[in-house]
């Protein structure tokens, strides 16, 4: 689907009818303005995407500006973290700024404002305060503070910027109405006292503004012509336009535009927490390394686990802009990594729970160096050199001593193909007085054109390099880990979320550095961590080839019926046919979440279900496509390539349908 035949976002309408009812193109501006109390998170990248994206768009500048009014928690730290990661996804803005650039200026309006009699000092408590503001449903009241005289407010005012009263003791607010029906128009807060050094004015001011006053002030000096912000803002709109409405009088000529604020929907993620609140505690409590820990929803622990800029922007324009909040599937995140790495990492072999082969008729001493392919998804990705030798490692998991017929790995008896070598049949094995396999004899033969049905991945033991390895898991077992108001979100920490083995990978991984990314075949895909030297590899799982979460998650739901006992269950190739059929008329958006769907019930699919479906009649674009996913996912899982499945993908590859010979590429 080209860029001109994609339906506009709500907010692109908003802008195309401003432009058509006279605002000049060239008028507008954007801004992402995050608060440096904190690292970036996935949350943000709808904001950030939707910012730059419409700069983009429409060619506008997009300030950064840093929303800088407390203190308290802002540090440089975070500045130049929030900075780093809007680079990293490949933006660039149009200038830095920071709200505290216009404290002078701010303050200046405060002022004015006290000598119209539309702001005054209180010098009550904040808990009088809230009392008398009232409930969303009874009126508040007016304090004893309201109606000061200007010349006692200007007087409490500059002293309150001196620094002769402590903080509590005052704040300026703004005289609106104490009745008004939104309680933020009940003479809201403009400023409090704060004793403490900015990160950038140091001890300069001892009176910061209060949010509400300086990002709506601070879009009008910047001359932004729309103010994108989530949901939660709604109800600030109505105080937003008071203030700008205020001191629109005071240089008009000079800032002629008034920021038009909209509201879009969060981004939310399953099984994660957006609340920097409540991810700074995970970090002071230890409960992760740090903010860039792999397991954290910043943007900063997503890249050093491996995510890319690409994956990250794709997921949030599948996403898409919406007007209501929703819960995102983290499997739709996972999905986009999948989709962008297996068209750009290198395949490589790596064990992670080895047991030792012998391959007792290969000749003691030889070593061969065989031709590898680094990624069939890539014909510019060539081939590399891996080293075969009489002793190798495979998975524990891929050998079992007795196996029934539908077992395609190695067993005693049955044959396998080695990734890139030879065929290999289960003889014997040792144990140890335990009873534990601790090492399989097989023999080999050079005839490779034996049909077998398993294909394992290996490491020679005289070349392989130890390399720790870290697998990551979801940091939650709650999908909604902060959304039960009688538990305590860190309830929900998942104990595994991160395991440690000692693996072995092929020696061409000697030469990878910091933030190389990989495919370990049949397993997943990992990246160099930050914490890995010349003398030892350290891997990250980025996320495996098929997502398991899903088998292992808890399908309860108390808020369902229960299914009636006799009812028969569906099998997965069903499933999969019904949503198959819809495929190709469904939008971008929702073929991706179909897709995911489709490619996790593959994993309950056999050979022979999938098998007849390479029949399916050409018009049935959308069921071929589906059949096409199910191969894909067996093939993974070490199905051997035969004629019937071949001449499928051959088929499938000289269609007129652009989506099917793209899913046929990938295999």
């Known amino acids: 689907m080209s860029e001109e035949s994609k339906s506009l976002n709500f907010i692109e309408h908003i802008i195309e009818e401003d432009l058509a009812n006279g605002l000049k193109k060239e008028a507008l501006r954007f801004r992402f303005p995050p608060e440096p109390n904190g690292y970036l998170h996935i949350g943000h990248t709808k904001a950030i995407g939707i910012s730059f994206g419409l700069g983009e768009k429409y060619k506008a500048p997009v300030n950064l500006r840093f929303d800088d009014t407390n203190p308290a928690k802002e540090e440089q730290e975070y500045v130049d973290a929030i900075k780093e990661d809007i680079s990293w996804l490949g933006y660039k803005w149009a200038n830095e700024l920071y709200s505290s650039d216009y404290f002078q200026q701010l303050y200046d309006w405060a002022v004015a404002l006290i000598k119209e009699g539309k702001a005054y000092v209180d010098s009550q408590s904040s808990e009088i305060m809230a009392q008398q503001k009232g409930t969303p449903t009874q009126p508040g009241v007016d304090g004893p503070y309201r109606n000061r005289s200007i010349e006692e407010n200007l007087d409490l005012f500059q002293r309150m910027k001196d620094g002769e009263f402590n903080e509590g003791s005052h704040v300026l607010r703004a005289k609106i109405d104490m009745q008004h029906p939104n309680m933020l128009m009940r003479d809201p807060l403009m400023y409090r006292i704060l004793k403490k050094s900015h990160h950038r004015t140091g001890t300069d001011w001892c009176i910061y503004p209060m949010y509400d006053w300086t990002h709506g002030e601070s879009d009008y000096i910047e001359q932004i012509s729309h103010s994108l912000c989530s949901l939660e803002f709604k109800p600030h709109r109505e105080l937003y336009n008071w203030f700008k409405e205020q001191v629109y009088k005071y240089q008009p000529e000079e800032l002629p535009m008034l920021p038009k604020q909209r509201e879009f929907a969060r981004l939310n993620l399953s099984y994660t927490i957006m609340s920097k609140r409540k991810l700074l505690k995970l970090v002071e409590e230890k409960?992760?390394?740090?903010?860039?820990?792999?397991?954290?929803?910043?943007?900063?622990?997503?890249?050093?686990?491996?995510?890319?800029?690409?994956?990250?922007?794709?997921?949030?324009?599948?996403?898409?802009?919406?007007?209501?909040?929703?819960?995102?599937?983290?499997?739709?995140?996972?999905?986009?990594?999948?989709?962008?790495?297996?068209?750009?990492?290198?395949?490589?072999?790596?064990?992670?729970?080895?047991?030792?082969?012998?391959?007792?008729?290969?000749?003691?001493?030889?070593?061969?160096?065989?031709?590898?392919?680094?990624?069939?998804?890539?014909?510019?990705?060539?081939?590399?050199?891996?080293?075969?030798?009489r002793e190798i490692y495979i998975e524990k998991d891929d050998f079992k001593e007795q196996a029934n017929s539908k077992y395609f790995r190695l067993t005693l008896g049955k044959e396998v193909r080695l990734k890139n070598a030879y065929i290999i049949k289960g003889e014997s094995v040792v144990k140890d007085e335990k009873g534990n396999i601790i090492e399989i004899h097989c023999t080999y033969t050079e005839d490779t054109s034996i049909k077998v049905k398993g294909t394992l991945h290996w490491v020679s033991i005289p070349h392989a390099i130890k390399a720790e390895v870290r697998e990551y898991d979801r940091l939650f077992l709650d999908e909604a880990p902060d959304a039960h108001p009688d538990k305590d979100f860190m309830e929900f920490i998942n104990p595994e979320s991160l395991k440690i083995v000692e693996?072995?990978?092929?020696?061409?991984?000697?030469?990878?550095?910091?933030?190389?990314?990989?495919?370990?075949?049949?397993?997943?895909?990992?990246?160099?961590?930050?914490?890995?030297?010349?003398?030892?590899?350290?891997?990250?799982?980025?996320?495996?080839?098929?997502?398991?979460?899903?088998?292992?998650?808890?399908?309860?739901?108390?808020?369902?019926?229960?299914?009636?006992?006799?009812?028969?269950?569906?099998?997965?190739?069903?499933?999969?046919?019904?949503?198959?059929?819809?495929?190709?008329?469904?939008?971008?958006?929702?073929?991706?979440?179909?897709?995911?769907?489709?490619?996790?019930?593959?994993?309950?699919?056999?050979?022979?279900?999938?098998?007849?479906?390479?029949?399916?009649?050409?018009?049935?674009?959308?069921?071929?496509?589906?059949?096409?996913?199910?191969?894909?996912?067996?093939?993974?899982?070490?199905?051997?390539?035969?004629?019937?499945?071949?001449?499928?993908?051959?088929?499938?590859?000289?269609?007129?349908?652009?989506?099917?010979?793209?899913?046929?590429?990938?295999?």
């Open 503 to 667: 693996a072995y990978v092929e020696p061409s991984l000697s030469e990878a550095k910091v933030g190389d990314r990989f495919q370990f075949q049949r397993i997943g895909y990992f990246n160099v961590d930050n914490d890995s030297s010349s003398e030892k590899l350290v891997f990250n799982k980025t996320v495996g080839l098929k997502d398991s979460w899903a088998k292992q998650k808890p399908r309860e739901n108390t808020n369902q019926q229960k299914p009636q006992q006799n009812q028969p269950k569906r099998k997965a190739i069903d499933i999969i046919q019904k949503l198959g059929k819809k495929y190709t008329n469904l939008p971008e958006a929702k073929q991706q979440n179909v897709k995911a769907e489709i490619l996790e019930l593959a994993q309950n699919v056999s050979y022979d279900e999938l098998e007849p479906l390479f029949n399916t009649a050409v018009k049935k674009v959308g069921t071929r496509i589906a059949a096409m996913l199910i191969l894909n996912v067996l093939i993974e899982n070490g199905q051997e390539r035969n004629s019937e499945i071949n001449d499928f993908i051959e088929k499938a590859l000289n269609d007129n349908n652009e989506l099917l010979v793209a899913e046929a590429k990938a295999i």
């Open 287 to 389: 409960i992760v390394s740090g903010w860039d820990d792999p397991r954290m929803p910043t943007i900063s622990g997503l890249r050093r686990r491996g995510y890319t800029p690409n994956s990250i922007r794709k997921f949030v324009e599948t996403v898409g802009v919406a007007k209501r909040d929703n819960v995102i599937d983290v499997a739709l995140l996972e999905f986009c990594i999948r989709e962008d790495l297996n068209k750009t990492a290198p395949r490589v072999m790596a064990v992670l729970d080895p047991v030792k082969v012998v391959i007792t008729n290969y000749p003691e001493g030889k070593v061969e160096w065989l031709e590898a392919e680094n990624n069939q998804e890539d014909d510019s990705a060539g081939y590399r050199k891996v080293p075969f030798s």
